[in-house]
């Protein structure tokens, strides 16, 4: 038997999208120069008037002339802004979700051939303040964007195998410490379970890239525990707790 945690993430999306804008805080958007705007976005008439996901996704393209000259932090930012990059809640395995936009959206591919893509993100990180409400992509016009969307939305850009499986084991380490705070900034500020369960797969993956040796052999008798690192499911069954599990893990691996 299976327990599904998808509920938690609707009931917060939606009240989110229903709260005022009085809670907001004075914080300015990120601007990023040379962002790609958008034609199309999420929540306009024109959006609302499309009738398949393939006019959806030929609007979320960016020109290829830009993304020849495109700087990796604007690029970054461009697919934060991605009209589609919330799709994976939509799936039952996350990154099957996010798998699924990159690859039919042409920025992701050349995003992660950069260079300088672990910096960008981690200098984006260093932009966002969980105090700052709507104030962060993902942005649907007329609704009311927290920052539980945005850091989860964030995370996914982290959890790429395109960019963990480069990094050496030291920026591995740093990485992994920069998460552990990060998730614990978030459970202090109110952060549910399903936020966290990309942040919480990314400290998993990263402890197995790093060989830790107990973490793998907790994975080695308990498969779904792999599968939790690799496909980030919004189901368990209702006697494994994989959060609870990594971060069992994750503070003995800091000790």
Known sequence: MYRHLAPLFFISFVLACNRENTETLPCPPIVTEGTYDYPVKPGTPEWEAFTSRDQMVAVSQIPEDILETISTDALLETLLHCPMVMDYIFYDELQKGFSHIATDINGFEELYIRDDLYKALIQRLQ?????????????????????DLA??????FLFQDDLITKLDQNIQTELFDIIYMTVKQRKEYGHNDYSLLVAYATLGK??????YLPFVKSVERTPYLAMFCEEIPVYRPIDIFPIDTVEKYTLEMKN
């Open 151 to 156: 850091f989860q939305t964030y995370d996914f």
């Open 127 to 147: 932009k966002m303040d969980l105090h700052c409400q709507n104030a962060y992509p993902p942005i649907i016009d007329g609704a009311y964007a927290n920052t």
């Open 206 to 211: 990263l402890m197995l890239q790093l060989d």
